[in-house]
């Protein structure tokens, strides 16, 4: 991947997991959250997917 891929990778593996409510704990208020290793390891692999 190049820098601009790459970039939108991490971009779209982010937003899947905003959009399925995966949240770390300064952004959960008040509903369950991740650490941020875990957050960190679910986008890696939606990275990895091609999502």
Do not use: K
């Not at 941020?36 to 999502?51: L, P, S």
Request: aromatic share 2%; charged share 25%.
């Amino acid at each position: 991947l190049d820098a601009g891929d790459a970039a939108t990778a991490i971009e779209n593996a982010i937003n899947r997991a905003l959009e399925e409510g995966v949240r770390t704990g300064d952004l959960a208020r008040g509903t369950a959250a991740v650490s941020t290793d875990e957050m960190g390891d679910i986008i890696a692999r939606y990275v990895a997917e091609g999502v």
